[in-house]
């Protein structure tokens, strides 16, 4: 079964967050056919194993996509459909790549769930399992490796009053809750701006509002993407007061990262890039992805890669060249290699 063969087994599977199941027994089928010992854990999420012992690295990938069922197709060197991007590519990828290895070491690929959502998938395995170094499948381009990801800042507030007429010298309670909009972008104006991956930025999600009686309320959900210089707890003190409302609910926290462009994963990634004739680019991200949980908790090096162009995540373009996708297998093959080569046997 080669690359694209399993690609479209799994992108056929539509995993949206939360309805990932169909999809996670498809590829423990075809993870079994490739010849790993493959399960689905307490959280749902496809598990499959190649090797014994130590060192273990894993592939995280994910298995869920946004909503949208797109028609899956092949079409002028290209695999269309919902996942072949964001992330079915990448796990495709890995299992093929992956489907020789053997002992000593262990080589595991992760079909998580709920990245897209809350990381649920990911965060289960945080607390019940490690590895020794982590590969995120998310989508880099064959040449590419990501080093870098932005951190994620959600909070919700929600402002109450009383209700008052328009021709009223007094603000409305969505008044207060625009003006605290407002020393929020004052607030982000105010942080250095070196470059995108090193800005702070914030995106008003929703703001409505609501009325009861002699009573309104105003709800406002801002999203902030932080740079590695700035951790949530920073930025969840530096908020500007926001008087008549409750405190800031955290909705999705999620820490910067940025790795050492020097560690075994990285330098791993990059020499099958170089075997297979591509010319490496380092990449640092504004989104998040599951690797910002985990190499912080574990302690282990680690990096994102995977076949795919980021700018077709969640679109209704979203395809892959088998061109593209059969040269990350060489590079993942290359690359599995290098790293166990590189890294002495552990107990």
């Known amino acids: 079964m080669d690359e694209a063969e399993v690609l479209e ?13 169909p999809a996670v027994r498809e590829f423990v089928r075809v993870a079994r056919t490739l010849g790993y010992s493959a ?32 028609p899956v197709r092949r079409r002028a060197g290209r695999l269309y459909g919902r996942g072949t991007v964001d992330a079915k590519g990448p796990l495709a990828a890995a299992l093929v790549a992956g489907s020789e290895f053997a002992a000593p070491g262990e080589y595991v690929v992760v079909a998580a769930v709920g990245e897209e959502a809350d990381s649920r ?9 490690r590895a020794d170094a ?16 932005k951190g994620e800042l959600q909070v919700e507030l929600l402002f109450r009053g009383d209700r ?39 995106k008003v999600v929703a703001l409505d509002s609501e009325r009861l009686g002699d009573h309104e309320s105003a709800r406002v959900i801002v999203d902030f993407r932080l740079p590695p210089s700035l951790s949530t707890s920073e930025l969840l003190r530096s908020l500007p007061r926001a008087p008549g409302a409750t405190a800031p609910r955290v909705r999705i926290r999620v820490e910067p990262l940025e790795v050492d462009r020097t560690n075994p994963v990285v ?54 060249s088998l061109v593209e996708l059969r040269r990350s297998v060489v590079v993942l093959r290359a690359a599995l290699a290098r790293w166990r080569a590189s890294v002495p046997p552990l107990r």
């Open 267 to 320: 330098a791993s990634l990059i020499e099958g890039v170089r075997s297979a004739g591509g010319v490496p680019t380092l990449w640092r991200k504004g989104g998040t992805s599951d690797l910002n949980l985990v190499v912080p908790a574990w302690g282990v090096p680690g990096a994102a890669y995977g076949p795919g162009e980021a700018r077709l995540d969640h679109t209704d373009r979203e395809s892959v």
């Open 39 to 70: 399960r689905t854990d307490a959280a749902g999420n496809g598990i499959a194993c190649r090797g014994r012992g130590r060192p273990r690295l894993w592939f995280l990938g994910h298995i869920d996509t946004v909503e949208g069922r797109l």
């Open 164 to 202: 008052s007429h328009y021709s009223s010298p007094f603000p409305t309670t969505v008044d207060r809750a625009l003006d605290w909009v407002g020393s929020v972008r004052t607030l982000v104006a105010g942080r250095p701006k070196d470059s995108a991956f090193r800005s702070l930025t914030a």
């Open 121 to 129: 998938g990911a965060r289960h395995l945080l607390r019940r399992a």
């Open 134 to 149: 982590v590969i995120a499948g998310e989508p880099s381009g064959w040449d590419g490796v990501t080093i870098g990801y």
């Open 9 to 21: 087994r799994l992108v056929r599977r539509y995993s949206p967050s939360g309805r990932e199941a």
